[in-house]
């Protein structure tokens, strides 16, 4: 349980709050590099921390994220006409380039400059992985660009996609920390999803519906550890790291890739759910960069144009009350994701925390919870930067491992939860 004024700290983003302020120490996705897929692309709207701006890419190829609104009257850059070093305004022509320096006001003698005192706000837009990433912070603390792993393995080991999410982003992403839903929510695709079937840890995970759960602090956030059950004096543990603010890695199963989700706020009551798949020694077979493109795993299927999921509330999520009486599926809902961003919109756009009863498994959240708190209080009151930034915090994995009874996870797998390239991940 929280005290209203501590959801709205952890839940608000906008510019000028605590989060809000955390989150632009980071470098954050900001759109998915197929949506900008080439020099002169048509302009993106793109909302981030409730600030709204325009994506573009210039006639060289430079990514540029700029205010959305027009400096002259305020008309939408997504009209504009994105025309060689720049985007035109489409209501009288004035002409911004891709750091949002205003280039050319047509209406005005050129001799007398005035466009070069005009500049809209812009952030940087760069491409790692499938991602182009922006960060919102003040330009003199910009930190180094980040390293996650799934960001910088060849990219045929490498999967992104995005979904429009219609609930706070802490909401979200607390479902990515809360692994004790998985033997309940998602038990019908662990027998059948083509991305996790087949793990031997499957098996443990159905068979033991209790796990305990221990955290360990790092770097970076935390190390969350499910144990159930496993052959005689043996655990089985799954391991979720979180970074700060919202990046978390789903637990491997057998030698399926490594997925997790970063999650970024939008505004206060939606968020993008950035999904990544990656392996991190082979490259992804055709079958399975497939299944992913189809919904499968942990990505989505879409309204066919748009990143908004098939199965979202204004159809009930597609929900089939058969499946779930078959026992098919446990919520009547098809597929991972939309199984757990139909429940987590349920909740309302900004949950109610001050009404929320924890237990033992919510231990995660409880600690995630109180070191966004610490954090964005320290930045607020010191200009402490936060964990997370720095890229060794990123070099992180998830991981699956049996352990003998008398062994603490975080010591035991303390190698196995580093990046270290070349080796494949630790999973069962
Ligand atoms: S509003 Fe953009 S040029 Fe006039
Ligand atoms: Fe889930």
Avoid at 61 to 75: Q, S, T
Avoid at 220 to 234: K, P
Avoid at 353 to 377: F, M, N, P, W, Y
Wanted: proline fraction near 7%; include cysteine; charge should be negative.
């Amino acid at each position: 349980m929280l005290k209203q004024e501590v959801n709205e700290l952890l839940t608000q983003t906008g510019p000028g709050t605590p989060m809000g302020d955390l989150f632009r120490q980071y470098w954050v996705p900001a759109l998915l590099a197929e949506e900008l897929p080439e020099p002169g692309s048509p302009p993106v709207r793109v909302k981030l921390l409730s600030e709204r701006l325009i994506a573009f890419r210039d006639d060289d190829g430079d990514y540029g994220l700029i205010d959305e609104f027009c400096a002259h009257r305020g008309v939408s850059l997504w009209f504009g006409k994105n025309e060689g070093n720049g985007l035109r305004c489409a209501y009288h022509g004035w002409k911004y380039d891709v750091t949002g320096q205003c280039i050319d006001v047509p209406s005005e003698p050129e001799e007398r400059g005035f466009s070069q005192k005009v500049k809209l706000t812009g952030y940087p837009l760069v491409k790692i992985g499938d991602v182009l990433w922006t960060y919102l912070g003040d330009p003199e603390k910009r930190p180094t660009l980040p390293e996650w792993e799934f960001a910088t393995v060849p990219a045929d080991q490498t999967f992104t996609s995005k979904r429009w999410q219609e609930c706070n982003w802490l909401q979200a992403l607390e479902g990515g920390i809360d692994s004790s839903h998985v033997s309940w929510l998602h038990s019908g695709g662990l027998k059948s999803d083509p991305l996790f079937k087949g793990a031997k840890g499957n098996q443990y995970n159905l068979s033991d519906m209790k796990p305990f759960f221990e955290v360990a602090d790092a770097p970076g956030g935390l190390f969350i550890g499910a144990r159930r059950n496993a052959e005689e004096g043996h655990y089985y543990w799954r391991i979720t790291p979180w970074v700060m603010p919202s990046f978390t890695m789903v637990p491997p199963r057998g030698d399926h890739p490594i997925h997790g989700h970063l999650w970024v706020p939008i505004d206060d009551e939606n968020c993008w759910v950035f999904t990544f798949d990656y392996h991190p020694v082979r490259a992804l077979s055709a079958d399975e960069v497939q299944a992913m493109k189809d919904g499968y795993g942990v990505h989505n299927e879409y309204v066919p144009g748009t990143y908004r999921p098939l199965a979202n509330k204004d159809n009930d999520y597609l929900m089939d009350r058969e499946a779930q009486k078959r026992g098919e599926t446990f919520s009547g809902v098809k597929g991972i994701a939309a199984q757990d961003f139909s429940l987590q919109e349920s909740m309302g756009p900004v949950v109610d925390r001050t009404k929320e009863r924890l237990v033992s498994t919510d231990a995660g959240i409880i600690q995630a919870r109180r070191r966004l708190q610490k954090a964005a209080a320290a930045l607020r009151d010191e200009g402490v930067i936060p964990p997370g930034v720095d890229p060794e915090h990123q070099k992180v994995r998830s991981a699956s491992v049996v352990l003998p009874k008398d062994e603490a996870f975080i010591e035991s797998s303390a190698d196995v939860l580093k990046v270290r390239p070349g080796v494949a991940q630790a999973s069962v």
